[in-house]
């Protein structure tokens, strides 16, 4: 970063011209940080793949049925068998129903009696509201299984299909702001408080990543208005873990430097401005990976990770923002007591060199080419762990950590129902063609439930699939229904409906995996050839976080199989795993690289590397701790999913921070030397000998021992 730039963010006058824009930016920008959250967009559009044949159908299913309605399934169950009063207590439900349920979508269906005689279905259609609807599914959810428990006498009662499903969810998202902005918070200011041993000092990180989120809403906020930007309830939550994280971990790395600068100027402002000079283009370069990196989630074919992807990227720019103007202002303005009670003086000696990281490198230094293949073989072996990867679309009994009313109600429809005729598969055909589609389905035991509904040159049929609507069983009939419907000729057919969906998000998530992984790699390449000036080196990085990437999602199946005992994992969980371990973890790279190439200028790369390590190691261990803390804050999340994302890519960036970038880099580094830089000109700088290190080493410690003593 230029110096000129620098000395303007933390010049003895200027540093309050910084405050007081901020100040005002956020005077006017809080109340629309305020309206994001009622701005989700959580109905179903939001989420499908937009070209998927679902999509479609749901298009175009507006004609023939209340495409906004779904049943709310009440499911009444006596192990030892239903007595009469059973009965008449859910007949006489459907009465009340029909009075109290607000927003009904058609005629109640029920009750209707299994066949062992143990259990009742209720089927209660209700219009859910496109916008709204979904924040209100709890409380309607709650209406209808407070009149199915009044007077069950013993009966258990429970609320399932879509309806109970949605609610259950929408409780599992309730509060999702609050939750993880001060879960978020909390593991951050903990370490924060670890890291500093201050208790003053984390609060201006803290309070800067505030504001930074807080501008990145309110700017969203604007875009959801003006320019169609979707925000559901997904992207939502990992903004705010994303710009809390990424934004700490700028913070950081600009403190380390300016404690270091600290030492070596007597005055803070010259101190602050060389501390940006040095360390804001690391910050830089690695804010610029994940806005990057992000942005590739746009070539996604499902409409939620290609709207994560400018969210996302929006809230890395304004962390950046806040944390190399706003941070450097206020850390000027309270001067060098912030750090009390380790206040860093003027000439004071530097603590990273003799270290825990200035040992470990010492440790590395003999032996680097031994220590990579060890690292890396024990990388590759927890590789291994992905044979466990089942990374197929989770069940509706397999979705919660939990064992919510709907998870219950399912189970129970599973074992005393034959089909699922409450939640169908919907077959759209040319009209001329529905009789044909008919016969054909129904000798193929897909026989539809009732008479086509015809509008003008369309029908449309709707038949069941067998067990869990969202299990693998599920979408192997709907490839079958698919198939037959597609037989028929000049039918045109369409097939679609929640098990459809839920089989096309699988297939659009696997397209997505093939497209951006290629893609965020190819870019973050170039990236990192752009700041290293180098070939070799950015290859090698982009080498290793591969390497991490796959060592992470192994453990984590294993864990996930093993330990957790999950059914499964999401099919997104491996791109955005890899996603966000290579856009956020090479930045622990970028950070090192640049202090090793830094100092290679001066001392030779295999010295560099020593220096680098020691000075780096503690501040990215700390960025590392954060950011692995705030996504595993992810896991509060009564969700599989989010449980999966949350324990991979804080388990990812862990062995990102502690094994990759301190171990395997800095071996790699001092193992090939100079040639690390080609073909840049620094690969002709001479390098250090083994003896000059090792004696400059011990000059380090030697001065240390002596500047403690006085």
Same mark, same amino acid.
């Given at each position: 970063?230029?110096?000129?730039?620098?000395?303007?963010?933390?010049?003895?006058?200027?540093?309050?011209?910084?405050?007081?824009?901020?100040?005002?930016?956020?005077?006017?920008?809080?109340?629309?940080?305020?309206?994001?959250?009622?701005?989700?967009?959580?109905?179903?559009?939001?989420?499908?793949?937009?070209?998927?044949?679902?999509?479609?159908?749901?298009?175009?299913?507006?004609?023939?049925?209340?495409?906004?309605?779904?049943?709310?399934?009440?499911?009444?169950?006596?192990?030892?068998?239903?007595?009469?009063?059973?009965?008449?207590?859910?007949?006489?439900?459907?009465?009340?129903?029909?009075?109290?349920?607000?927003?009904?979508?058609?005629?109640?269906?029920?009750?209707?009696?299994?066949?062992?005689?143990?259990?009742?279905?209720?089927?209660?259609?209700?219009?859910?509201?496109?916008?709204?609807?979904?924040?209100?599914?709890?409380?309607?959810?709650?209406?209808?299984?407070?009149?199915?428990?009044?007077?069950?006498?013993?009966?258990?009662?429970?609320?399932?299909?879509?309806?109970?499903?949605?609610?259950?969810?929408?409780?599992?998202?309730?509060?999702?702001?609050?939750?993880?902005?001060?879960?978020?918070?909390?593991?951050?200011?903990?370490?924060?408080?670890?890291?500093?041993?201050?208790?003053?000092?984390?609060?201006?990180?803290?309070?800067?990543?505030?504001?930074?989120?807080?501008?990145?809403?309110?700017?969203?906020?604007?875009?959801?208005?003006?320019?169609?930007?979707?925000?559901?309830?997904?992207?939502?939550?990992?903004?705010?873990?994303?710009?809390?994280?990424?934004?700490?971990?700028?913070?950081?790395?600009?403190?380390?430097?300016?404690?270091?600068?600290?030492?070596?100027?007597?005055?803070?402002?010259?101190?602050?401005?060389?501390?940006?000079?040095?360390?804001?283009?690391?910050?830089?370069?690695?804010?610029?990976?994940?806005?990057?990196?992000?942005?590739?989630?746009?070539?996604?074919?499902?409409?939620?990770?290609?709207?994560?992807?400018?969210?996302?990227?929006?809230?890395?720019?304004?962390?950046?923002?806040?944390?190399?103007?706003?941070?450097?202002?206020?850390?000027?303005?309270?001067?060098?007591?912030?750090?009390?009670?380790?206040?860093?003086?003027?000439?004071?000696?530097?603590?990273?060199?003799?270290?825990?990281?200035?040992?470990?490198?010492?440790?590395?230094?003999?032996?680097?080419?031994?220590?990579?293949?060890?690292?890396?073989?024990?990388?590759?072996?927890?590789?291994?762990?992905?044979?466990?990867?089942?990374?197929?679309?989770?069940?509706?009994?397999?979705?919660?950590?939990?064992?919510?009313?709907?998870?219950?109600?399912?189970?129970?429809?599973?074992?005393?129902?034959?089909?699922?005729?409450?939640?169908?598969?919907?077959?759209?055909?040319?009209?001329?063609?529905?009789?044909?589609?008919?016969?054909?389905?129904?000798?193929?035991?897909?026989?539809?439930?009732?008479?086509?509904?015809?509008?003008?040159?369309?029908?449309?049929?709707?038949?069941?699939?067998?067990?869990?609507?969202?299990?693998?069983?599920?979408?192997?009939?709907?490839?079958?229904?698919?198939?037959?419907?597609?037989?028929?000729?000049?039918?045109?057919?369409?097939?679609?409906?929640?098990?459809?969906?839920?089989?096309?998000?699988?297939?659009?998530?696997?397209?997505?995996?093939?497209?951006?992984?290629?893609?965020?790699?190819?870019?973050?390449?170039?990236?990192?050839?752009?700041?290293?000036?180098?070939?070799?080196?950015?290859?090698?990085?982009?080498?290793? /976080?591969?390497? @991490?990437?796959? &060592?992470? *999602? %192994?453990?984590?199946? !294993? $864990?996930?199989?093993?330990?957790?005992? =999950? +059914?499964?994992?999401?099919?997104?969980?491996?791109?955005?795993?890899?996603?966000?371990?290579?856009?956020?973890?090479?930045?622990?790279?970028?950070?090192?690289?640049?202090?090793?190439?830094?100092?290679?200028?001066?001392?030779?790369?295999?010295?560099?590397?020593?220096?680098?390590?020691?000075?780096?190691?503690?501040?990215?261990?700390?960025?590392?701790? /954060?950011?692995? @803390?705030?996504? &595993?804050? *992810? %896991?509060?999340?009564? !969700? $599989?999913?989010?449980?999966?994302?949350? =324990? +991979?890519?804080?388990?990812?960036?862990?062995?990102?921070?502690?094994?990759?970038?301190?171990?395997?880099?800095?071996?790699?580094?001092?193992?090939?030397?100079?040639?690390?830089?080609?073909?840049?000109?620094?690969?002709?700088?001479?390098?250090?000998?083994?003896?000059?290190?090792?004696?400059?080493?011990?000059?380090?410690?030697?001065?240390?021992?002596?500047?403690?003593?006085?």
């Amino acid at each position: 970063m230029d110096r000129k730039y620098a000395g303007l963010v933390c010049g003895r006058r200027s540093k309050y011209v910084v405050l007081v824009v901020w100040v005002v930016a956020l005077i006017v920008l809080g109340p629309l940080a305020g309206k994001l959250s009622g701005a989700q967009d959580n109905q179903t559009s939001s989420w499908l793949p937009a070209s998927a044949e679902s999509t479609k159908v749901y298009d175009q299913l507006g004609a023939f049925v209340d495409r906004n309605s779904m049943p709310a399934i009440v499911v009444y169950h006596r192990d030892g068998g239903l007595t009469a009063a059973d009965r008449a207590k859910a007949t006489a439900d459907v009465a009340t129903y029909k009075k109290q349920v607000p927003h009904l979508g058609g005629p109640i269906v029920g009750p209707i009696p299994s066949k062992d005689g143990t259990t009742l279905q209720t089927l209660v259609p209700l219009h859910v509201d496109p916008k709204s609807g979904w924040n209100d599914l709890p409380k309607t959810a709650k209406q209808i299984r407070a009149t199915a428990a009044d007077g069950a006498h013993g009966m258990s009662v429970h609320l399932g299909g879509p309806v109970g499903f949605g609610a259950d969810q929408a409780d599992a998202f309730a509060g999702i702001d609050g939750n993880l902005l001060f879960g978020t918070l909390g593991v951050v200011i903990l370490i924060l408080l670890l890291t500093y041993r201050s208790p003053v000092l984390w609060v201006l990180p803290i309070l800067t990543a505030g504001v930074a989120l807080t501008a990145a809403q309110a700017f969203i906020y604007l875009m959801v208005d003006h320019t169609g930007l979707t925000v559901n309830g997904q992207s939502y939550g990992i903004l705010t873990v994303l710009v809390i994280g990424a934004g700490t971990d700028y913070a950081l790395l600009l403190v380390a430097r300016y404690r270091e600068e600290l030492r070596r100027h007597e005055d803070r402002h010259e101190a602050m401005a060389f501390a940006l000079h040095r360390s804001g283009p690391a910050i830089i370069a690695s804010s610029s990976t994940v806005i990057l990196g992000m942005l590739c989630l746009l070539a996604a074919q499902m409409n939620s990770t290609k709207g994560l992807g400018p969210v996302a990227a929006l809230g890395i720019v304004f962390a950046l923002l806040a944390m190399l103007t706003l941070l450097p202002a206020l850390l000027v303005t309270v001067g060098r007591w912030v750090f009390w009670p380790r206040r860093p003086t003027y000439r004071s000696p530097e603590p990273t060199q003799s270290g825990v990281w200035a040992r470990v490198g010492a440790f590395i230094r003999p032996r680097p080419r031994t220590v990579w293949l060890v690292t890396v073989g024990l990388l590759l072996l927890c590789t291994l762990g992905l044979t466990q990867l089942n990374s197929h679309s989770l069940s509706t009994t397999e979705s919660f950590t939990g064992n919510p009313q709907s998870v219950t109600a399912t189970k129970i429809l599973q074992s005393h129902y034959q089909d699922n005729s409450s939640d169908p598969v919907y077959v759209l055909v040319d009209s001329p063609q529905a009789q044909q589609t008919t016969q054909q389905l129904s000798a193929a035991g897909f026989a539809p439930a009732a008479k086509p509904i015809v509008r003008g040159d369309r029908s449309l049929l709707q038949t069941s699939v067998s067990g869990d609507a969202y299990s693998s069983k599920a979408f192997d009939q709907v490839k079958q229904i698919r198939g037959i419907a597609h037989g028929v000729p000049g039918s045109h057919a369409l097939v679609g409906g929640s098990t459809a969906v839920t089989y096309d998000v699988q297939q659009a998530t696997d397209h997505d995996i093939r497209a951006i992984i290629p893609l965020t790699l190819l870019v973050v390449l170039v990236i990192l050839a752009v700041l290293l000036r180098a070939i070799v080196a950015p290859v090698l990085l982009i080498l290793t /976080v591969i390497v @991490s990437f796959g &060592a992470a *999602l %192994g453990l984590s199946s !294993l $864990v996930f199989h093993y330990i957790f005992d =999950f +059914a499964g994992t999401d099919p997104s969980l491996p791109l955005f795993v890899f996603v966000f371990l290579v856009a956020l973890g090479i930045d622990y790279n970028i950070f090192l690289m640049t202090r090793i190439r830094e100092e290679a200028r001066e001392h030779g790369t295999r010295r560099g590397a020593i220096v680098g390590l020691s000075a780096t190691g503690g501040v990215i261990t700390s960025a590392g701790l /954060v950011l692995a @803390s705030t996504f &595993a804050v *992810l %896991g509060t999340l009564p !969700l $599989v999913a989010f449980a999966e994302i949350g =324990f +991979a890519v804080a388990l990812g960036v862990l062995l990102d921070t502690i094994v990759v970038r301190a171990v395997l880099v800095t071996a790699l580094t001092l193992d090939i030397g100079p040639k690390i830089w080609w073909p840049g000109k620094l690969r002709n700088v001479p390098d250090a000998s083994t003896e000059q290190i090792e004696s400059d080493a011990a000059e380090d410690a030697a001065a240390e021992d002596a500047a403690a003593r006085v």
